[in-house]
């Protein structure tokens, strides 16, 4: 699920392949606060074994559908982006379009023309989505916009949808910052599921708007340095609504307050109530954190492919607690790691000449549910990770291979397994 996912190129070629799943963390707990601290030594296992047992799980086979067939032949053009939809769905960007694309019905629910923003990411909400880009330098001032749209000389913009994809509200992220700093990415802007709130990292601090009075507090304020043992927090990677929309989670790099010139900072990763209060930090120096999913009761932060050690970092909301998910292959992490819309399960690939081997975890178990091996004559599918997204509910995966490949034409294959 989810970003926010960062990719990278092999050969300079794409393979785009998806998976997908949904059902959260199911852990329960409380919103108690607690005091900010930090932990540098790695806690707990949840373990997958070493040995992967076949008798753990029963694929059922594969299912292929190419351009032009069933419903997928209704999405007209090259397929760039992939995003997790709600309700079994997935919306599939081409050139000119945005798909709602139903899985289990292979059938288009409704679509929506792309709109003039760049690095578009779309999340999603209780009852729709909310998709966040930067404007296009060229579009003209107030041309199509609403109220909350101010200028047009770039900046970031949130368009709320509901869930046919009509676009209900378009809201200037400068209006949410007030001037205060500059938002680096998309990542540093998240919209709360019941689409009331937004919030938006800079260099100056995390700012909240609420949408309907559209008044705009400041959570955390980085100008005023903040040491917790002794490292020094002042920024922000990327940000999201957690625990009911009642907090912010975040993930930074930190310095130690003593650092040198030239050393190396670490990950940071926390939560912080809305009105600024509890904030909770945890970090650990052996664990280089290069993208966070952000779920009601967990986080769930993986680890960055020069760094890679064979595990998967989950924290609990509530209590900060951390554990390490070992990987059944030493090999898994460097070719990618990918949480399920709603963290009840992950995946990891790894590539190998013309084929990709997949294997879905029980993110509260650590166990291995399906090892599957794909392959394809055209190694251009292999020359670039796979992005992979697993269904939770309908415990099914969805494999779109070389989209945005103009050499090759797209495939999607899905199956699920028990």
Known sequence: MGRSNRTIWKCGILLLFFTLVLSGC???????????????TPVSTQGAEEKEHKEQYTPIPTQEVKEGKDGFGEIKGKISEVFYGNDGNLLMQTEKNIWLYHVADRTVKAKIKVPDLRELSVRRMDGGYAMVGEVSRSEKKGAGMFADSGSADGGWRVL???????IMKKINVSNLVGGKGHVSDAACIAVSRDGGKIAAATEKGIFLWDVQSKKRRKVLDFAKRRVIEHLVLDGANQIAFTKNDKKLAFFSSVLPESASDGEESISAWGTISLDGE?????????????????????????????HNSGRLLKVDTGSGKKSF????????GKDGVYSSADGKYFATACLAGKSVTVRIYDMEQ???????TMKNKKEEYFYRIPR????????????????????????????AWR
């Not at 329960?28 to 540098?40: N, Q």
């Not at 709320?160 to 009509?166: M, P, T, V």
């Open 388 to 415: 992979i997204y697993l269904l939770d509910k309908e415990k099914t995966c969805v494999v779109v291979l070389g989209a945005g490949i103009e050499e090759v034409e797209t495939k999607m294959e899905q199956f």
């Open 26 to 40: 199911q852990q329960k707990h409380g919103d108690s606060e607690h005091s900010s601290t930090v932990s540098g």
């Open 366 to 372: 650590g166990r291995v549910l399906l090892k599957k």
């Open 278 to 306: 509890g904030l909770n930090m945890s970090a650990d120096a052996d664990y280089h954190v290069e993208e966070m999913q952000v779920y009601d009761d967990c986080l769930v932060l993986s680890e960055s492919f020069e």
């Open 325 to 332: 998910i070992p990987f059944s292959d030493k090999r898994e």
């Open 160 to 166: 709320i949808l509901d869930a046919s994809l009509n």
